[in-house]
């Protein structure tokens, strides 16, 4: 399909194993964000992405989250040593411009991720 | 602190009437809001947005009204349809196509 693209949906972990997450945008989609949704929240920005160049990170709660897009396209996230709290849906969104310019963000389905 | 607030969690409508679903917001930054419908075990689809310069946005059964000064936004849909019931988040960003800042949403539930 044309949507954003996340896989796997679904992914169970014991804590202290490391997991990571991919996003396939929207073709031509410059910006690439990740979102953490905890239950019965909103959706919480993680990092941002133009092109390859990760220009925000700001919200990616520790150094064990790590997120690379390295050819512009295909993102992933990765979380080193998970943690029982990381549990969450993490969603990507691809956005067609640039910053500064008001566009919508086109979420994929997420990952719900379960940490035991 | 929320900068996006939704502070009904929940709303019940009979079909064929208008919902109404309301968000509030602090930050003054703020210039472009966006609507979003929400499935279980499915991403937030975009619905509707509007920007700052404007007060006033409509796409079919959707519109948005923005009043700057109460720093506050509506969504109203009418007719409102069974297909209709769904999560309903706000969202908001400063500069434009920055990261989004989400309220908690609001659980609409269209009664036939």
């Known amino acids: 399909g044309a949507g954003v693209s996340q896989s796997p949906r679904y992914k169970v972990a014991k804590r202290g194993q490391d997991v990571a997450l991919r996003c396939d945008p929207i073709s031509g989609h410059v910006s690439l964000f990740w979102y953490q949704q905890a239950l019965g929240q909103g959706p919480e920005f993680l990092t941002y992405?133009?092109?390859?160049?990760?220009?925000?990170k700001s919200g990616l709660p520790s150094d064990r989250f790590f997120a690379e897009r390295p050819e512009g396209s295909v993102s992933t996230l990765k979380i080193q040593r998970t943690q029982q709290e990381d549990s969450a849906v993490y969603l990507c969104a691809s956005s067609r411009r640039r910053r500064y310019s008001n566009q919508p963000q086109h979420f994929g389905d997420g990952t719900r991720l379960s940490i035991l | 602190d929320q900068q996006v607030k939704q502070n009904s969690p929940s709303l019940s409508v009979q079909e064929g009437r208008i919902s109404i679903l309301n968000c509030d917001y602090t930050n003054s930054m703020f210039d472009y809001f966006l609507w979003y419908k929400k499935y279980p075990a499915e991403g937030p689809t975009f619905l509707i947005s509007?920007?700052?310069?404007?007060d006033k946005n409509e796409d079919g059964r959707f519109t948005v009204f923005l009043n700057k000064s109460a720093k506050h936004l509506s969504l109203h849909i009418v007719p409102s349809q069974p297909g209709d019931s769904a999560v309903y988040f706000c969202?908001?960003?400063?500069?434009?196509?920055?990261?989004?800042?989400f309220g908690k949403g609001t659980r609409l539930s269209v009664i036939a």
């Open positions: 509007i920007s700052s310069i404007k």
């Open positions: 992405f133009q092109n390859e160049a990760q220009l925000d």
């Open positions: 969202a908001a960003s400063a500069e434009g196509n920055t990261p989004l800042v």
